[in-house]
Every structure is written in C-alpha cells, then in structure tokens.
C-alpha cells in the first residue's frame, strides 16, 4: 500500500505537480490492538542521538524527536503553507519590525506558562558566540527582540532577510522555544538531555545510543492525542527496521531501503509514505587537502562518473541525478539545465586531469562513509567509477555516522558521502554550504564572489529576483567543484496499514505527527 501526499505551497514548490494525492487507506487489519496507547515509531539509519537541545542539535534524527517535544513561533502545514503555532498571529510593521502575538494559556513540560520572555531568550541564546550553536545562522540577521508584554514581541533584522519566517517554523531550524527558567536552573547538559519544550511529549526515558521514551504532555495546548507514550527505538540498519515492522515489533519507521519500496508498496499490511525530498546527496571534498586543493582535478572526478547510474544502483531509481545541490522541489530555485561540471564526460575528465598539478595516484584518497546500507554502495560506486575513468586509487573506508559526522566537522577527511535532508529554504544549500561562514562549509570553500551574491540572496525579498540570484551563484560556485553532487532522493516512511493520521512533508517530518496520529 503506497501513500503519496499533495503539497501546494505554490510560491516555493512551483513544479511539484507530479507528487499525487492522498490515498484511500484500507481498513486495519489489526483491530485487537486499536485501543493501543503506545506508539511504536522507530528511527531507522542512525544510531545516536547526541543532544536534544535545539540550539545544539544538528543530525536528522534529533530533530525527529525535538519536534514532538517542542514548539516554534510558526509552522508548516501539510500543504507547506507557513501557519501559526505558539504564535497565534503576527504582522509587519512600518519601521520593518514583525510583531508577533502568542497563545494564550500554553505551558512547557514543567507547568511553567509560556511568555514573550521565553521567545526572546530562545533566539538570543543562539545568537549567542558562547552558545556555538550550528544553527547560528538561522536567526543571524535579527538585530534585537523587543518584549512588548507577556504574550507580544517583536522582532527586528539588520536589514531585510527573506528566510526568516522559514527559519522560525517547527521545522530543522533550531529556533524552537525553550524554557528560560528551566534551562537557567538546569544548564546547558542537562538540559540537552531533559529538555522542557511546549510540545505534546515530554522525555520519560533516554538511552543515547538505544532510543528514547515520550510521555504526553497533559497540558499541551492542542488538547490529548490518542498516544499517551511513544517508544523510539534506534535501528541503524533500514533492512532490521522493515523486518521489525513486519514482525509487529513497530508501528512505523523513519525511512525505507530503497531497494525494497516497489515489493512493499505491494505489502498490504504496510503503507508506505513517499515523495520527493528536500534533500541533496553529495561528495564532500576537503579543499584544504591535496589532491582537492586543484581546481581541475575536482573537475575531473566530478566529471568521471554517471550519476544516473548511481540513481539506479544505490537507490534504485527512488530519486534523480543531481546536476547542482538545490533540490528540484524548491522550484524557480533549481536549475534543471545540464551543467559541464556535473555530466558524465570521460575525455573532459581526462582533460581537466592532465591539467591538474597532480597525477591521478599522487595522492590516496579514501572516500569515509557508514553503515551497510546505501551510504556505503554511494561511495562504493563512486570510487569505483572515477578509478575506471581517471586510474586513480581511490578506497573506501566504512566507519559509523556519528563518527563520520565528527570527522567532517574537524576537517580529518579528505573526502567523504554527505548530504541535506530537511532543509527548505535556498539559503540553507548555498549559504550553509558555500559562503565561508557557512557552519556546514566543512570543506572550506572561499569565493568573496559567491559570498557577496549569497548574501543578496539572503536580503532580496521578491521570490524571483531571490531564485535569478541563488541560479546564479550556483552555477558560480559549481564550476570551482568544491563538492560532487551526486542525486537527490525520495523519502519515505513506513506504518503498519492501520496506523493512520501521519501527514508526510518533504522535509520529513517524524515527531511532529506523533500527537495527530491514532490507530484503527
């Protein structure tokens, strides 16, 4: 049984027609366990989570679980329209300032009732140089929050920023609400293991590398869900997660092998939820290392292999090859033209070779990746591919994802599978990735050029003057290949076939639809 779900955020998915619409579901099967009260929502592919505090959080499956403990200002809705969530309104004024007014009457997981006063530490303790926080970045233009009363605010830039409303939905921003009083009793530690959010569920139990246990949240302001507890257990191999499911040891999982999408679509005791991703897949190479420190010989590898082929041998077809890092679902923002420097073309890698200061075996390259699953069959391919075209010696070296993720941030690799999954505005592709500031530029890539446009970027406020800038400066950074992009995938999701009210969205979504969900 296939879901599929119909997205119409118009101004920022233009082109995103071909995603069909919801499904007719059948009825369950599994009626003895209708009155369950446990939610079973296994997140499969990882295998750590490090902090729950969203201004430190970074990794997807963090943000799965935050987003049913937490709240932001705004939210997206299943159609990915921007709508309120502890704002109940808000408006533009005319010295540029926005002004937002909350919910009456919501409390955090400690009683505690929300205030302007909360909202206002929130976005300034990222902000904040001793906070470190990687999402820093997403509140990086606000100049001052203003506390009007307990339940208004408002919020100034430095100049205009186009993301900013993107940036404060419940989404992978980081901006969601804390508890000002519970993190100043607790601290920063604790606090990121027993976090005090507004959301539906609070943390009962957490074992880092196992899972974690929700409880509800009894004064959650959108009333009871049908779930008192949610279990989420960590699989790292997708395959395990599948057979779990199967076996009725789980209600659902965060993802799907891609290899066995089309046999489980055909499963009637499993839905399976997918659609196009706000995501990008790549190879991040570390400029400041030989021999990714010369310009032709990135070329050349960029150019040396086929990413259709990837397509279909590492996700079998369950996405398209990427021929820059911004996503086709983001519309005007993608460019769908073939570019030079992303195309299979042997003799132009050959070339682009013999111009580089290093032969194809001067130095090794290991390609770091992890797991069993598809990131490993990515960096297999790739290798492989590249060392048939160029005669290079590159080798692969499995290791896990935290260890992987370390390994980027330090700068200790010389090429490594990486990608974005869940990031909705343009910015976060090439501002993140590209700009020298950017806290994801693990690669180090400088172009005062590139800076320059993605900052404009950032402050231009029509749509399609925005999306001629980002076009532009991707095809500016492209051409120095400072990574390899490589394809942009499908997500997915699988329930058991009586589980119902999970809304799926490209940025994939998980905690959020916990509280919304029933069985039967």
């Known amino acids: 049984m296939e879901r ?108 505690s009732a929300l205030t302007s006063e909360d909202v206002k530490f929130s976005i300034e303790r990222l902000l904040d140089p001793d906070t470190a926080s990687p999402n820093a970045g997403k509140v990086g233009q606000v100049d001052r929050v203003e506390v009007v009363d307990p339940l208004t605010l408002r919020i100034y830039t430095k100049e205009p920023f186009a993301p900013l409303l993107t940036f404060l939905t419940n989404a992978r921003t980081g901006t969601q609400i804390v508890s000002k009083s519970a993190f100043e009793a607790m601290g920063a530690e604790a606090f990121g293991r027993a976090p005090v959010g507004t959301g539906p569920y609070k943390i009962a139990s957490w074992d880092s590398g196992t899972g974690l246990k929700l409880t509800a949240h009894d ?34 999982t965060s993802t799907a092998p891609a290899a066995d999408v089309e046999q489980l679509m055909k499963d009637p005791t499993i839905q399976v939820a997918r659609q196009p991703g706000l995501n990008t897949r790549f190879i991040s190479l570390n400029l400041t290392k030989p021999p990714f420190d010369d310009v032709h010989f990135r070329r050349a590898v960029s150019m040396a292999f086929q990413r259709e082929a990837m397509v279909k041998a590492v996700i079998f077809g369950e ?30 890698a050959k070339a682009e070779l013999a111009q580089s200061k290093y032969a194809a075996d001067a130095h090794p390259v290991t390609v770091v990746t992890w ?7 990515m960096a297999e391919i790739f290798a ?52 020298t500031d950017g806290w994801r530029n693990f690669g180090r890539y ?14 231009e406020m029509d749509p399609a003057r925005r999306a001629e800038i980002y076009r532009e400066v991707e095809t500016m950074v492209l051409a120095d290949a400072p990574v390899v992009p490589c394809f942009f995938s499908n997500i997915h999701n699988l329930l058991r076939a009586d589980l119902q009210g999970f809304r799926q969205k490209p940025y994939s979504n998980f905690g959020d639809q916990f509280h919304d969900m029933h069985m039967g």
């Open 371 to 377: 797991g069993g699953g598809w990131w490993k069959r």
């Open 319 to 348: 996405g398209v090859p990427g021929n820059g890092v911004i996503p086709p679902l983001l519309g005007d923002y993608h460019n769908p033209a073939p570019r030079d420097v992303t195309s299979f073309n042997p003799e132009a």
């Open 446 to 459: 400088s172009n005062p050029e590139a800076d320059a446009l993605i900052e404009a970027g950032r402050a």
């Open 384 to 435: 492989a591919q590249v060392n048939q075209v160029l005669g290079t010696s590159f080798t692969v070296e499995v290791t896990d994802s935290n260890a992987a993720y370390s390994r980027q941030k330090s700068g200790d690799f010389t090429a490594s599978v990486w990608g974005w999954l869940g990031m909705v505005d343009p910015d976060e592709y090439m501002g993140d990735i590209f700009h």
């Open 219 to 252: 004064g959650y302001f959108g009333g009871p869900g049908s779930f008192t507890d949610v279990e989420v257990p960590l699989i790292t191999e997708e395959a395990s997660g599948v057979t779990a499911l199967k076996g009725g040891q789980i209600d659902m």
């Open 4 to 111: 599929t779900f119909d997205l119409d955020r118009r101004t920022l998915f233009k082109g995103i027609g071909a995603v069909a619409s919801l499904g007719a579901f059948g009825l369950s099967t599994r009626a003895a366990l209708a009155q369950t009260t446990t939610l079973r929502a296994a997140i499969t592919g990882y295998n750590v989570i490090n902090t729950l505090d969203p201004a430190k959080a970074s990794l997807i499956p963090e943000f799965y679980v935050i987003w049913s403990v937490f709240n932001g200002l705004l939210a997206f809705d299943e159609t990915m329209k921007i709508v309120p969530d502890l704002a109940e309104s808000y408006h533009a004024l005319e010295d540029g300032g926005l002004e937002f007014r909350l919910r009456e009457g919501v409390t955090f997981h400690d009683g």
